[in-house]
């Protein structure tokens, strides 16, 4: 699909051109999607929990900078987006119906519950949830307003300002208590490096 978009653009999108593409007929299409537009929906949703696994990974790592960490994801979801700009463009677009932009703020949402639950563990689960719920829209809200301005940012560029919005109590210190036999200073740290990348290595 993100090939027949780039190709011949969002207007050539149809359930039996996608259909095609992967070899599927459209009542196999429709076995597993409802649209096209829920086929993007999932795209994203992979996306998200991929990289909200490798961002969940490096935060539990001694010394790590959870900011730094939490940016390079961004960065790398904000990256699949704007590589396929046009078809996000639509699917976020508030002229589309469905609920697409609430269901992305849901998913983006889940994807952030953990890590307000690692910070807030004291927190009962339904602020937890209008936390993460807040923050996800905020995210959204932010890259839906970025793709329909017409503005050319990088995606570290959007990220950096994203990151912005999002409240500073995130990024507090370890998860876990001096106490604990894998708190930061309980353990040699000398061959421990901060990049989040190096997580990716080992996924």
Same mark, same amino acid.
């Given at each position: 699909?993100?090939?027949?978009?780039?190709?011949?653009?969002?207007?050539?999108? +149809?359930?039996?051109? &996608?259909?095609?593409?992967?070899?599927?007929?459209?009542? @196999?299409? /429709?076995?597993?999607?409802?649209?096209?537009?829920?086929? =993007?929906?999932? &795209?994203?949703?992979?996306?998200?929990?991929?990289?909200? !696994?490798?961002?969940?990974?490096?935060?539990?790592?001694?010394?790590?900078? =959870?900011?730094?960490?939490?940016?390079?994801?961004?960065?790398?979801?904000?990256?699949?987006?704007? *590589? !396929?700009?046009?078809?996000?463009? %639509?699917?976020?677009?508030?002229?589309?119906? @469905?609920?697409?932009?609430?269901?992305?703020?849901?998913?983006?949402?889940?994807?952030?519950?953990?890590?307000?639950?690692?910070?807030?563990?004291?927190?009962?689960?339904?602020? &937890?949830?209008?936390?993460?719920?807040?923050?996800?829209?905020?995210?959204?809200?932010?890259?839906? %307003?970025?793709?329909? +301005?017409?503005?050319?940012? =990088?995606?570290?560029?959007?990220?950096?300002?994203?990151?912005?919005?999002?409240?500073?109590?995130? /990024?507090?210190?370890?998860?876990?208590?001096?106490?604990?036999?894998?708190?930061?200073? !309980?353990?040699?740290?000398?061959?421990?490096? !901060? *990049?989040?990348?190096? &997580?990716?290595?080992?996924?």
């Amino acid at each position: 699909m993100k090939r027949l978009v780039k190709a011949e653009g969002i207007g050539a999108v +149809s359930v039996t051109r &996608v259909a095609q593409e992967a070899g599927l007929s459209r009542s @196999g299409f /429709y076995e597993h999607f409802g649209s096209v537009d829920d086929l =993007t929906l999932f &795209v994203l949703d992979d996306l998200l929990t991929e990289i909200g !696994n490798l961002d969940r990974r490096a935060r539990v790592r001694p010394g790590a900078d =959870t900011r730094a960490i939490s940016m390079f994801a961004l960065e790398l979801v904000l990256e699949a987006i704007l *590589d !396929n700009r046009q078809l996000f463009e %639509h699917i976020l677009s508030p002229e589309v119906s @469905g609920g697409f932009i609430g269901r992305t703020i849901e998913r983006f949402g889940a994807e952030i519950q953990p890590e307000v639950r690692m910070v807030r563990p004291d927190w009962p689960e339904s602020r &937890v949830a209008l936390t993460a719920a807040s923050i996800g829209g905020a995210l959204v809200g932010g890259i839906v %307003h970025h793709l329909h +301005s017409g503005e050319c940012r =990088t995606a570290h560029e959007l990220a950096a300002e994203l990151m912005m919005t999002l409240p500073d109590w995130l /990024y507090e210190g370890s998860v876990q208590g001096p106490g604990d036999p894998a708190s930061p200073t !309980n353990v040699d740290q000398s061959h421990q490096s !901060n *990049d989040p990348r190096d &997580v990716r290595g080992q996924a």
